[in-house]
């Protein structure tokens, strides 16, 4: 059965670096998420991507964030300038189409440490 | 604001005995709901959603917009059914706004 996957699955960075979190949807799936979920906290929605562009955002997602899909495969998630509270599980999703008739599939997430 | 609430961070039953998990949501118009969960080690997936008014695995979900909830069912719990449970409705087009989880246990 396809899965999203996610590499790596743990990264550590120092406060100020750049990181670049992967993704490789469903193949079939033309709709990409990003979510992300600090320890002890609910799962937080990021940012949605399809047809190449953003299509919805939150306010966590600011200019220090950036999403890309650089080929047929990969979706990217970039933090520019990372921060301590940028620590946490990032999740990645796709979806065939609308989540409301679609069923969205998850990785299994990348755990980003900033120290 | 659109927000969905799980009062319960932990719930603990015995086998064989039923389970309601419990999810209030605060949406101006018609909500769309969905339950995740998430087993021990494995990813976040789809329990159910209220548009398909499915039952999956012995869980049910009602929604009951008097109440504005949407709380998970089961009626004789099993031990597999240990994991964490997230409600969560749809904002806008792409979003899906979730509850904090309640972590399910199931003793035997």
């Known amino acids: 059965e396809p899965e999203v996957t996610q590499t790596p699955s743990h990264q550590v960075t120092q406060m100020g670096q750049e990181v670049i979190l992967r993704c490789v949807p469903i193949s079939n799936h033309l709709y990409f998420y990003w979510y992300r979920q600090i320890l002890g906290q609910k799962v937080e929605f990021l940012v949605s991507f399809y047809n190449n562009e953003i299509s919805e955002k939150s306010e966590i997602f600011d200019d220090q964030f950036s999403v890309e899909r650089p080929d047929g495969s990969n979706f990217t998630l970039k933090i520019r300038s990372t921060k301590l509270e940028d620590s946490a599980m990032y999740f990645c999703?796709?979806?065939?189409?609308?989540?409301?008739?679609?069923?969205?599939?998850f990785g299994p997430g990348t755990r980003l440490t900033v120290l | 604001a659109q927000r969905v609430t799980q009062p319960e961070k932990l719930l603990s039953v015995f086998k064989g005995a039923p389970v309601e998990l419990k999810c209030n949501y605060s949406?101006?118009?018609?909500?769309?709901l969905f339950w995740y969960v998430q087993y021990s080690r494995q990813r976040l997936q789809l329990l159910l959603r209220h548009i398909s008014r499915e039952s999956i695995k012995g869980f049910t979900a009602d929604l009951n917009k008097g109440e504005t909830s949407f709380h998970l069912k089961k009626p004789f719990a099993q031990e597999e059914d240990s994991a964490m449970y997230y409600c969560?409705?749809?904002?806008?087009?792409?979003?899906?706004?979730f509850g904090q989880g309640t972590r399910l246990t199931i003793n035997p």
């Open positions: 999703a796709s979806s065939s189409g609308p989540i409301l008739y679609n069923e969205q599939f």
């Open positions: 949406y101006s118009g018609s909500p769309e």
């Open positions: 969560a409705l749809v904002q806008g087009a792409q979003k899906l706004v």
